[in-house]
């Protein structure tokens, strides 16, 4: 059983620890760590892509900063309540990871694959410069009753397609993972830079 659920949710990522670990949260005496990663594009621009970890994995009281590794494991997310809402959190929770010599070339440093349920109606639009793009929020079951949601950014004829399913289908997605940053409006006056984690889509299917 537990197997077959951890089907539906993998990721697989190649890139550079650009940071020092930060205690996360602590289960069965388990103490678990979150530590950034860098990933390159095809572009040559980056993502930052926020792992975490358990001690058990690797020795979280060394600065493993510049290190290039390989990671497997499942994009996770949680609900974290600030300024009076939920805010969702998302991660790549590692399951393997080994120490590398290079990174490879193209798109097989970032790869996630997806199946999970369509759980908010899909929002369809049109940048200024007519690109079509269509936001979906998937709910990708865990064992244990437990379930992860992710959104999953689609463009041109994807956006399209996403844009006819209706809520509680059944949707596989391969894609990456990416980072993007935005300013968020704290008061009239005040802004914060912020930094959102989502998956852009480079298939996806009814299933």
């Not at 930060?22 to 621009?45: K, N, P, T, W």
Request: hydrophobic residues 35%.
């Amino acid at each position: 059983m537990t197997e077959k659920v951890i089907e539906n949710n993998q990721v697989t990522l190649m890139g550079e620890i650009v940071s020092d670990f930060a205690y996360s949260h602590e289960i069965y005496g388990e103490g678990f760590y979150m530590v950034d990663i860098q990933v390159y594009r095809l572009s040559d621009s980056v993502d930052i892509i926020p792992l975490m970890i358990s001690e058990r994995l690797l020795d979280t009281t060394q600065n493993y900063v510049g290190s290039k590794v390989a990671v497997f494991g499942q994009f996770r997310s949680y609900n974290r309540h600030e300024e009076r809402k939920n805010k969702l959190v998302l991660s790549v929770f590692v399951r393997e990871i080994e120490f590398i010599d290079e990174l490879e070339e193209g798109g097989r440093t970032n790869q996630i694959f997806l199946d999970g349920y369509i759980c908010k109606e899909p929002v369809y639009r049109k940048t200024p410069l007519g690109r079509e793009i269509a936001d979906l929020l998937l709910a990708v079951n865990r064992p244990y009753g437990k379930s992860d949601y992710i959104p999953c950014i689609c463009w041109g004829r994807n956006a399209r397609y996403a844009s006819t399913f209706e809520v509680g289908s059944r949707c596989a997605v391969w894609g990456r993972i990416q980072s993007r940053e935005y300013m968020k409006k704290i008061t009239e006056e005040e802004s914060e830079r912020r930094v959102a984690y989502e998956v852009s889509v480079s298939k996806l299917e009814l299933v």
